[in-house]
């Protein structure tokens, strides 16, 4: 079956230092990928998408690249700021109708001023 | 503005007692979803509703029953029978689409605790 792993956290940063957050998957046929943001005591929240090969998504000064031939779609942003200290979350949605998500297990980003 | 609401935002019941989450959507999605997510575990799925009159069970059902009466509306019971209820819940919504590019939109929880 599909499946999202993502990197182990927490990661803490110093303000302003640059984020990596690894997210490779496994499935069938092309899904669309996503990273989601929790904070505290809230829901999860969208943050980008991309939905083939190729694509890029960004919001927010965080991007992240579809990438089909090492089936990765690993999160960045160039300057991280105090107030991105949060859970983000990798996923996955099939195509062809599926519509149950398969979630990574969240990597906590701590950001130390 | 469109959204999910869930209420209450915390809830304590007495083990052995029954309660019921509520979840309310306004942006005319047709699916609707169930998540528990415990610390470290990420999210796990309880049950999914693609339409009306219409529910499935997810990975972790055992203790839990839903109903979709209304296209707005899919409310949680946990039932007694759930062994470790005390949780934060996180419901959602969807668009069901052929190329499952949609994202899911999230309520902002319920954290339920039973002693």
């Known amino acids: 079956g599909d499946s999202v792993t993502q990197m182990e956290g927490p990661v803490t940063l110093s303000e302003e230092a640059f984020l990596t957050i690894n997210c490779t998957y496994t499935?069938?046929?092309?899904?669309?990928l996503f990273w989601y943001v929790q904070y505290p005591g809230e829901g999860l929240q969208l943050l980008l998408k991309?939905?083939?090969?190729?694509d890029k998504g960004s919001n927010k000064g965080f991007e992240a690249t579809y990438r089909k031939e090492t089936t990765s779609f690993h999160l960045e942003k160039g300057s991280v700021q105090v107030s991105d200290s949060a859970v983000y979350f990798c996923?996955?949605?099939?195509?062809?109708?599926?519509?149950?998500?398969?979630f990574g297990r969240g990597t906590s980003l701590i950001v130390h001023p | 503005d469109g959204g999910i609401t869930q209420s209450p935002k915390y809830l304590f019941r007495k083990e052995g007692q029954n309660v019921t989450l509520s979840c309310e959507q306004n942006?005319?999605?047709?699916?609707m979803y169930w998540y528990r997510q415990d610390p470290g575990q990420g999210l796990r799925l309880i049950y999914y509703?693609?339409?009306?009159?219409?529910?499935q069970k997810g990975d972790i059902a055992e203790g839990y029953s839903v109903s979709r009466e209304k296209k707005e509306s899919f409310p949680l019971t946990v039932t007694s029978a759930q062994k470790n209820p005390t949780a934060f819940y996180l419901c959602?919504?969807?668009?069901?689409?052929?190329?499952?590019?949609?994202?899911?939109?999230f309520g902002n929880g319920t954290r339920l605790t039973v002693t």
């Open positions: 959602a919504s969807s668009i069901v689409g052929q190329t499952g590019s949609s994202p899911l939109h």
């Open positions: 499935a069938t046929g092309y899904p669309s």
């Open positions: 991309a939905t083939k090969a190729d």
């Open positions: 996923a996955l949605r099939g195509p062809g109708g599926s519509y149950i998500p398969t």
């Open positions: 942006l005319n999605h047709d699916a």
């Open positions: 509703s693609q339409i009306v009159n219409d529910f």
